[in-house]
T-cell receptor, first 115, second 113 residues
């Protein structure tokens, strides 16, 4: 089954404790992206990647890191999480490198709470 | 730059009534437009997309949307609401050759029995 898998689905942690949210897709997609969803703000893009070893900032990259060492994986790293990063996070992928024409496939989300 | 505006963060309709969710876009070049649906505790799923072919686009679950360039709109409609349509709906815009997709702030649809 074609899917985007995120782990964990839920995480409660404390300020400053490094964490990683994993994202994996089995569709051989070129484009991958991370979004955060906050009430009243919709989805805002954090980082995206058009290919292995190619990543770039989205609209709200501060406090986040990503890497794309393999085509299928695109982890999101919070090196020193803060309470304002409490949010619902989505990973998405698309077959098109430039990400504009084809729709994106979304994971089920990761709800992070930073205390 | 591209942007999208969804009018109404919450919309309530009676079961069987017309559903109309509004989306207006801004783009300096011809856009691609999408509607996604998000059910509770799930990711977003594609409902339909406009990519410069027919201006009236039919999607899944009986939804459709019409691209109106003169009004810069891409409103989502369904003739008869069903209880299972209760969800949050997002409009999104992108342009050819550009990697960024911009999402609206979402509209939560409530269907009243």
């Amino acid at each position: 089954e074609a899917q985007v898998t995120q782990n964990p689905r839920y995480l409660i942690t404390v300020t400053g404790k490094k964490l990683t949210v994993t994202c994996s897709q089995n569709m051989n997609h070129e484009y991958m992206s991370w979004y955060r969803q906050d009430p009243g703000l919709g989805l805002r893009q954090i980082y995206y990647s058009m290919n292995v070893e190619v990543t770039d900032k989205g609209d709200v990259p501060e406090g986040y890191k990503v890497s794309r060492k393999e085509k299928r994986n695109f982890p999101l790293i919070l090196e020193s999480p803060s309470p304002n990063q409490t949010s619902l996070y989505f990973c998405a992928s698309s077959p098109e490198r430039l990400g504009g024409y084809q729709p994106q496939h979304f994971g089920d989300g990761t709800r992070l709470s930073i205390l | 730059a591209q942007s999208v505006t969804q009018l109404g963060s919450h919309v309530s309709v009676s079961e069987g009534a017309l559903v109309l969710l509004r989306c207006n876009y801004s783009s300096s070049v011809p856009p691609y437009l999408f509607w996604y649906v998000q059910y509770p505790n799930q990711g977003l799923q594609l409902l339909l997309k406009y990519t410069s072919a027919a201006t009236l686009v039919k999607g899944i679950n009986g939804f459709e949307a019409e691209f109106k360039k003169s009004e810069t709109s891409f409103h989502l409609t369904k003739p008869s609401a069903h209880m299972s349509d209760a969800a949050e709906y997002f409009c999104a815009v992108s342009v050819r050759g550009y990697q960024k997709v911009t999402f609206g702030t979402g509209t939560k649809l409530q269907v009243i029995p």
